[in-house]
């Protein structure tokens, strides 16, 4: 999710074209379109259909300019590849494809999906990776949007045969920067068993540990939210900071179906708690 200068709520979702649903008050949103109403073709050989659906788009809005990054891969593969779009109005159809960022093959030891930008004093860096070896961490170029090196750092990552690790998202508060991950199964209905996990560290490319002090790269990972009551599988989650704080936003299931949900974060004890 990303605000505008307006004060208009944006999320962006998977799906065929990039869905694209705007709301004035952070609870009703409305579905005004695609991303890329007349399709993505640069895309098909990585989602391994025509006009495939594309997913985890991760928006940012500033200096009146949308920034998206998403991804396009298949269930299980890691023929996958992170995109860049920008667009000075948000609306479907006026995005400029910007190319390529990063992609990977069965050669590499992680995949190239849920991509998340983050900027610190002026640098930028992109997040990413599901399953394999876990979360890393590369540096943008700032003019480009796209790699301005070839390395590669390691954020998080599960031991071995313990279940999956995707969607990262970086969030600064006070002297901490605070890595957000989901873990286990995403996109099962109510058998889905997602759950939203965090470390912290003093520097954006790491080291992060939970809040037991268990490196992420060994395993570690603190419970933000999971499921509990009538809410099932929390993850997928961003967060971004509105009028009135931190906000996580996730997606989660009920028997009703597929749900956006919205939380405040309270950071005063030095770890996030779901307000």
Known sequence: MCKDNSGKYWVFSTGVGIEIRTSTDRVAFT?????????ASWTDQYTGTSNGALWA?????????????????????????????KSSTGLPGSWTHEGLVTSTSSSNNYNAIDPNLVIDNGKWYLALGSFWTGIKLMNLSSSTGKPSSSSVT????????????EA????????????????????????????IRVGRSSSVTS??????????????????LGTHDSIVGPGGQDIFTDSDGPILVYHYYTSAGSFLGINRLD?????????
């Open 31 to 39: 579905k005004v379109g695609v991303v890329w109403p007349n399709g």
């Open 267 to 275: 950071f005063s004890s030095g770890w996030p708690a779901v307000v």
């Open 207 to 224: 080291p992060y540990v939970d809040q037991s002090g268990v490196a992420l790269t060994s395993g570690g990972g603190t419970l933000v």
């Open 154 to 165: 390691s954020l998080a990552q599960r031991t071995a045969n313990s279940g999956a690790i």
């Open 57 to 85: 788009p991760d928006c940012t809005y500033m200096n009146g300019q949308f920034y998206l990054y998403y991804a396009a891969s298949s269930f299980g593969s890691q023929n996958s590849a992170i995109f860049f779009a």
């Open 168 to 195: 990262s998202s970086v969030y600064k508060s006070g002297s901490f920067y605070y890595l957000f991950t989901s873990w286990d199964n995403c996109c099962r209905g109510t058998s889905s068993t997602y759950n």
